[in-house]
């Protein structure tokens, strides 16, 4: 039987460990690509991550509508995220091709980790509020609301970043294809 998120975060709510745990089994493997993809070094990712789901742990009372459980936890891991960028810059280390940034559709696995890489190095040239606007869309795929609730930016404002953000990862990308 599936469970809802509302009805786990209601028994997180009353103390239940594994119900708290479900969720975080449910919902870790989106946030953990996420916050690497945001911050691009696993470590750094990893451990935003924890921090985020020690703090959803310890403020589940908080957690007024839980059936966007999602949404909250994801709203501490941006804020978690943030906080780790304004303190180093995220994309000094770790540009290791061992994750799957969305699954680039390419046949070699040589190729395909080319790919990834430069699909990598792409999003780290974006400003920082794009490349965000950008994966919880396109990777996370929130909806505009969901993301105008996580970011506390405009609707309009987020499909600009998210426009911006394609057209300028359309354009990094056709070049190395071109050139690849």
Avoid at 34 to 41: I, P, Q, V
């Amino acid at each position: 039987m599936n469970v809802s998120d509302a009805e786990l975060v209601a028994r997180a709510q009353g103390g239940d460990l594994e119900a708290y745990a479900a969720l975080v089994d449910r919902h870790r493997a989106g946030l953990e690509r996420y916050a690497y993809h945001l911050l691009g070094n696993r470590q750094e990712a990893e451990e935003a991550l924890q921090d985020a789901l020690l703090r959803a742990y310890r403020a589940i009372r908080q957690c007024r509508q839980p059936e966007r459980f999602r949404a909250w936890l994801a709203r501490i891991l941006v804020n978690r995220c943030r906080t780790r960028m304004r303190r180093w810059n995220p994309f000094v280390a770790d540009q290791r091709p061992d994750g799957d940034p969305g699954g680039a559709a390419v046949s070699h696995p040589e190729d395909q980790r080319a790919w990834l890489e430069e699909i990598r190095r792409a999003l780290a040239t974006l400003p920082a509020d794009h490349r965000e606007a950008f994966l919880l869309k396109h990777v996370e795929a929130f909806s505009y609301e969901e993301m105008a609730e996580l970011t506390g930016a405009s609707i309009p404002a987020l499909k600009m970043r998210v426009s911006r953000a394609c057209e300028r990862l359309r354009t990094l990308l056709e070049d190395v294809y071109r050139d690849g």
